[in-house]
C-alpha cells in the first residue's frame, strides 16, 4: 500500500522537512555524469566533491550524528542545494514497512523544505534509514540523496564499507570554476 501525501508529511516531519509535493521524473534535473559512473564513483574531474577528512565519521562514534548533519549542511550550502526558500528534492522510498518486497512501493524525487529545526539523524526517518548500517551498529544511520531544483548538485551521505559515513557532492559546475584561470 503506498503512503498518502499526508502520511509522508508526517513521517518526513521529524528529520526537519516539509514535505511540499512528488516531483515527476520529467521536472527533476540531476548533473551529468559520463556514461557508466555513479555518484559514488564518479571523480573529481567529474565534479565529485567530498566530506573533509576529520567529517568522515565511524557509525559508532558518539559523536556520529552531528558530524553527519553539520558535514551534509555546509556540503549543502556550498554547493547550493537550496534555493532561496531552503528547498530541494530528496529521494523518497515511501514503502509503509521500509524494505518489504511485497509491498508495492513507489521510490520518487519529493519537493521538500528544509526547516529551521532539522535532524537527518535524530529524526530516525525510517525512510533515510541505511540498510548496510544495520550490519555495524544498532543507533540510527543516516542514507539518502538530495538534488537542487536548478540541477546544478546532487549529494548523496553515505555508509561505506568500512563502517564510515560521509557525504559526497556532484557539482560539476563548482569544478569547472576551480579549473578556471
Known sequence: MMLSDAEIATLLAPAGLRFIRWMDHEEVRLP????????????????????????????????MPDKVNASWFRMATEYDLFNEDREFLVWVDDVENHGAAEIENREAWALVQLLDEWNWVAGEVEQFRSWIASTFPTRFVPEFTVASLSGRTTMNTTVWGNGTVSTIAICPSARSAQTRP
Open 32 to 63: 551529468s555524469l559520463p556514461p557508466g559512473y555513479s555518484p559514488a564513483s564518479a571523480r573529481p574531474e567529474h565534479g565529485r566533491f567530498d566530506s573533509h577528512p576529520h567529517e568522515v565519521i565511524d557509525v559508532d562514534a558518539p559523536d
